[in-house]
């Protein structure tokens, strides 16, 4: 579905909201949290970006329907939504893919979330950086740079709980310039680490990085939001597995990475700011 479809069919279904409530956009607007100028922003279609995760949660609960309805991911607007089969494949556009992530997060709130990147992970990157991984793939860099906005305002949310493992070699070689970073000027390199070491500091504990050995352990990039499913990353596509076994198996995969890290949470950004870029 195109970007802006997907803005319509939300507008259409805050509109609905608004009509079944009997509220005026005033008291609409504050039983969800939000002044009244971003309602209205919101009715006019003027953008096609989505509310805030903590938004679409308040409107969800306080109207009672489900994220899928709002979000346009289902035509049941029942707070269950529709029954998920074991395992799925989702794909689709760039905008869909960010609507999946919006959704999954949501779901997640309150809820740890365990992350293992497929590369430096998503809300640490620099635009710089950003620009420079999708012009390899031919993607559009401002989308992607919403979806890391997106991943840091939801980890800047009180509450929120992630953990990230990831490989030390990773970033040993970024601050080389080696493998799929080796047109990357240093300069840029530079600030890149820098800027993930100050986020580093400024999120923790809420958001806590793990380096283990990849020559010890190796994992595929997936995402456990919660109790509720895990994404695996394919490239341009998810396998997600729905099912309380399938999430809780994802979970001890990912306590082994910590348990063997070389690098705890704590530690973390002092290492990244020890690494020499050359």
């Known amino acids: 579905m195109d970007k802006r479809d997907l803005s319509r069919l939300f507008q259409e279904r805050i509109k609905s909201l608004l009509l079944r409530s009997g509220e005026n956009q005033s008291s609409f607007a ?20 989505l509310p805030r995760v903590e938004t679409l949660l308040n409107i969800a609960e306080r109207h009672s329907v489900s994220l899928d309805w709002l979000l346009g991911l289902s035509q049941d607007e029942g707070i269950t939504g529709e029954l998920r089969p074991s395992m799925e494949i989702e794909e689709g556009s760039d905008n869909f893919e960010r609507t999946l992530l919006v959704k999954w997060h949501a779901e997640a709130t309150g809820s740890k ?14 635009q710089a950086v950003v620009a420079y991984e999708t012009s390899m793939v031919h993607r559009d860099p401002a989308i992607q740079l919403s979806e890391t906005a997106f991943r840091l305002d939801y980890n800047r949310q009180p509450g929120t709980d992630m953990e990230v493992c990831m490989p030390f070699q990773t970033l040993n070689d970024f601050a080389g310039g080696c493998s799929i970073w080796s047109d990357l000027p240093r300069k840029v390199r530079q600030e890149q680490l820098k800027h993930m070491a100050e986020l580093l500091d400024e999120l923790y504990p809420s958001f806590r990085l793990y380096l283990f050995d990849g020559r010890e352990r190796f994992s595929v ?27 809780l198996t994802m979970q001890r995969h990912f306590d082994g990475l910590i348990r063997v890290a070389r690098i705890n949470a704590h530690e973390a950004a002092q290492y990244i700011s020890s690494l020499k870029v050359t």
């Open 221 to 247: 990039p997936y995402t456990v939001f919660g109790p509720y499913r895990t994404a695996i990353f394919v490239g341009e596509m998810y396998l997600v597995l729905n099912t309380t076994e399938a999430v």
């Open 30 to 49: 504050a039983s969800v949290g939000i002044d009244r100028s971003a309602l209205s922003q919101l009715l006019s279609g003027q953008s096609t970006r």
């Open 113 to 126: 979330i365990r992350y293992v990147p497929a590369r430096i992970p998503d809300l640490l990157r620099t």
